[in-house]
């Protein structure tokens, strides 16, 4: 059974940073491209960020270009996202999701994390 | 790249439920639709158009051409009731979602 867990997310200050981590298992990890996908309390999904199986390649929503990057270890199945220079507007639930290539579909969700803008 | 949804739309017990979602050349793109219930996880009910994964239901069905993909309810159950949103890629390597529709089964 395809499972991706999320964890990290909490309460950070404006200009702060946070890194949120995602713990896949039931498939071969390294076999796919992963994203980061949020939800903002009350509105609709938005993509965030996605890499490609091997790490060769990464890319972001504008809004986050330049604060987040995203990263993975395939050895250790796992997902991450550092959040640095951190604004209000990205206080959100954080959904750590799978990619399918062939499908060319989101396929599997994890719980999500929520991370908390605040001062 | 914008997709553009209803954001509520309402359908009694039994009925059929029709979700719209518009983008320039949609068509041309592979279009998926995830549901949302209250406080839980997207879950993928539609990929490639039409296509249903594994263990949803057949009451769910899609379609998509020129600037349109459409979400297709029949005889939709209060069980529906959820947020549905369509999602596409494009080849600029961006991945777009729909704002989303409220579906309300009265």
């Known amino acids: 059974e395809v499972q991706l867990v999320e964890s990290g997310g909490g309460l950070v200050q404006p200009g702060g940073s946070l890194r949120v981590s995602c713990l896949a298992s039931g498939f071969t990890f390294s076999s796919h491209w992963m994203s980061w996908v949020r939800q903002s309390p009350g509105r609709g999904l938005e993509w965030v960020a996605h890499?490609?199986?091997?790490?060769?390649?990464?890319f972001y929503v504008d809004s986050v270009k330049g604060r987040f990057i995203l990263s993975r270890d395939n050895a250790e199945n796992s997902l991450y996202l550092e959040m640095k220079t951190v604004k209000v507007e990205d206080t959100a639930v954080y959904y750590c999701?799978?990619?399918?290539?062939?499908?060319?579909?989101?396929?599997?969700w994890g719980h999500g994390t929520l991370v908390t803008v605040s001062s | 790249y914008d997709l553009t949804q209803p954001p509520s739309v309402s359908v009694s017990p039994g009925q059929t439920a029709t979700i719209t979602c518009s983008g320039d050349?949609?068509?041309?793109?592979?279009a998926s639709w995830y549901q949302q219930m209250a406080g839980q996880s997207p879950v993928l009910i539609i990929y490639q158009d039409s296509k249903r994964p594994s263990g949803i239901p057949e009451r769910f069905s899609g379609s998509n051409s020129g600037n349109t993909a459409t979400l297709t309810i029949s005889g939709t159950q209060a069980m529906d009731e959820a947020d549905y949103y369509c999602?596409?890629?494009?080849?600029?390597?961006?991945?777009?979602f729909g704002g989303g529709t409220v579906l309300t089964v009265l």
């Open positions: 890499i490609k199986e091997d790490g060769s390649q990464r």
């Open positions: 999701v799978r990619w399918s290539r062939a499908d060319l579909t989101f396929d599997h």
């Open positions: 050349r949609l068509g041309d793109k592979y």
């Open positions: 999602q596409a890629w494009d080849s600029r390597n961006a991945w777009a």
